[in-house]
């Protein structure tokens, strides 16, 4: 059985690296949580002033 099972299947290529953005995951969503809680605070404070 054996030897009429063929040559042994290629090895699997190494898998690719990650992404440059895996990195710096942690730092992109504190900076989206300042922005959005800075975007906010001065929509809010805008719209007191007017009314």
């Known amino acids: 059985m054996h030897a009429m099972s063929g040559p042994p299947s290629p090895r699997r290529p190494p898998p690719p690296p990650g992404l440059p953005i895996d990195d710096g995951i942690l730092f992109l969503g ?19 002033s007017l009314g």
């Open 30 to 48: 504190i900076a989206a949580l300042t922005y959005g809680t800075h975007t906010i605070y001065n929509y809010t404070k805008k719209r007191k």
